[in-house]
């Protein structure tokens, strides 16, 4: 089954403590992205990637990172997590086409809180 | 600025009659535009895709439109089911690749 995978589903941690969420997508996509949904707020970029080893910022990087070592993964980094971080994540891929033309497939989420 | 706006925030309807969402972008250069409907606990699930040139298409029950001059479009559910209860978040493309999100309407069918 095509699917993107994110984990864990839900984790809740404390300031400062190091965590990563893991994506895999099945589908050889080349382009994969992170965003953050808030309420009242529409889902934002965080960062993207067009393919193995190239990565770029989206809208609100600050505090994340990200790698992209292979085509089918793409961890979500946060060093040192603060509140502001909660969150519930998204993980998607696609083929190329940025213009919109090809849909972009999500996981299910990871709902992340920071105390 | 890029921004796409969309209403009404939430919406409640009976299960069997029709609803139309808007949503209104000021995206520069235009592109394209999706529609996307999120299930509780779930991802965002494509709809449909509106290009620049399209005015109307349909998907199964749901039909969207798109007038370029107004730079509005619309998604008009027919004969809700309750397996319609969800958000519907409209996308915005620019051809410069950027990405610009609604906050979307959430839709709840009663029985």
């Known amino acids: 089954e095509a699917q993107v995978t994110q984990n864990p589903r839900y984790l809740i941690t404390v300031t400062g403590k190091k965590l990563t969420v893991t994506c895999s997508q099945n589908?050889?996509?080349?382009?994969m992205s992170w965003y953050r949904q808030d309420p009242g707020l529409g889902l934002r970029q965080i960062y993207y990637s067009m393919n193995v080893e190239v990565t770029d910022k989206g809208d609100v990087p600050e505090g994340y990172k990200v790698s992209r070592k292979e085509k089918r993964n793409f961890p979500l980094i946060l060093e040192s997590p603060s509140p502001n971080q909660t969150s519930l994540y998204f993980c998607?891929?696609?083929?190329?086409?940025?213009?919109?033309?090809?849909?972009?497939?999500f996981g299910d989420g990871t709902r992340l809180s920071i105390l | 600025k890029n921004q796409v706006e969309q209403s009404p925030q939430s919406l409640i309807i009976l299960e069997g009659k029709n609803c139309t969402l808007q949503?209104?972008?000021?995206?520069?250069?235009?592109?394209?535009l999706r529609w996307y409907k999120q299930d509780t606990g779930r991802g965002p699930v494509s709809l449909t895709i509106?290009?620049?040139?399209?005015n109307t298409k349909s998907n199964g029950r749901y039909t969207a439109t798109l007038d370029a001059d107004t730079k509005q479009s619309s998604l008009h559910i027919t004969a809700s089911q309750l397996s319609d209860s969800a958000s519907y978040i409209c996308v915005a493309y620019s051809s410069a690749s950027k990405i610009i999100f609604g906050s979307g309407t959430r839709l709840s069918i009663r029985p």
């Open positions: 509106m290009t620049f040139s399209e």
């Open positions: 998607a891929s696609s083929f190329p086409g940025l213009e919109g033309n090809q849909p972009q497939h």
């Open positions: 949503c209104n972008y000021t995206v520069s250069p235009f592109s394209n």
């Open positions: 589908m050889n996509h080349e382009y």
